[in-house]
């Protein structure tokens, strides 16, 4: 079961929380779902809080999976037949990738459909507040590498932005935190989001890593 919305947020998550229930997919995205995209994913987009302060929840794919393979990204997966809707899916995923009790989980919105060109997902990014933080670790070693909770403040540090060049061309934001490269929906996302949080506006970076 997930918490009400209604239930209290620390002070650093209301800025977001409140943007978000106001928010277009054009302000989170240059990809929004085409005419006829029928294909439905979730993800959790799970805010927490721990010693080291305010923090964001991601996984590292594993490195042999058929698509996205070594990526990080945020817990989600297929919306199943089984799920009622796209909230029940990113908190059943997230629970199978990283073994997080979804009692402990606030849901403060669902944020517009977004869509995921190389794979042609439309994915629900579903906004949430870990009240009460529960053990992770990676679910099935074949779905997922390692699970990490990354600091706001490691992320919204300059000398962690970079900008990420795909083979196609393609220029997005990226961080370089926890050991991995966070790019393509995942660090686009993350960097809308955190500038709709307040958490500091991106500053301009030179720095491109380039993508094999």
């Known amino acids: 079961m997930t918490g009400e919305a209604a239930r209290p947020v620390p002070a650093w998550l209301v800025p977001l929380r409140d943007a978000a229930a106001l928010v277009s997919a054009e302000d989170l995205s240059r990809f929004t779902p085409p005419p006829g995209a029928s294909r439905r994913s979730a993800v959790l987009v799970l805010f927490g809080e721990d010693t080291h302060g305010p923090d964001v929840l991601l ?9 996205h393979a070594g990526q990080p990204a945020f817990p989600g997966g297929v919306v199943d037949r089984t799920d009622t809707d796209a909230v029940a899916a990113a908190l059943r995923e997230a629970h199978e990738e990283t073994g997080l009790d979804p009692s402990g989980v606030d849901v403060l919105t669902v944020l517009p459909d977004l869509f995921l060109p190389p794979s042609g997902f439309v994915v629900t ?15 099935d070693p074949a779905e997922v590498a390692s699970v990490h909770r990354v600091p ?6 300059p000398a962690n932005r970079v900008r990420v060049q795909h083979p196609s061309g393609y220029v997005g934001p990226g961080f370089e935190v926890a050991g991995l490269l966070v790019w ?26 380039q993508l094999n």
């Open 59 to 67: 996984i590292e794919r594993a490195h042999d999976m058929r698509s």
């Open 125 to 139: 990014p579903v906004l949430a507040y870990w009240r009460v933080p529960s053990a992770v670790a990676p679910g």
């Open 152 to 157: 706001i403040a490691e992320l919204v540090d």
């Open 184 to 209: 393509g929906f995942t660090g686009g996302l993350l960097d809308r989001l955190l500038t709709l949080g307040g958490f500091g506006e991106p500053r301009p970076t030179t720095r491109v890593v």
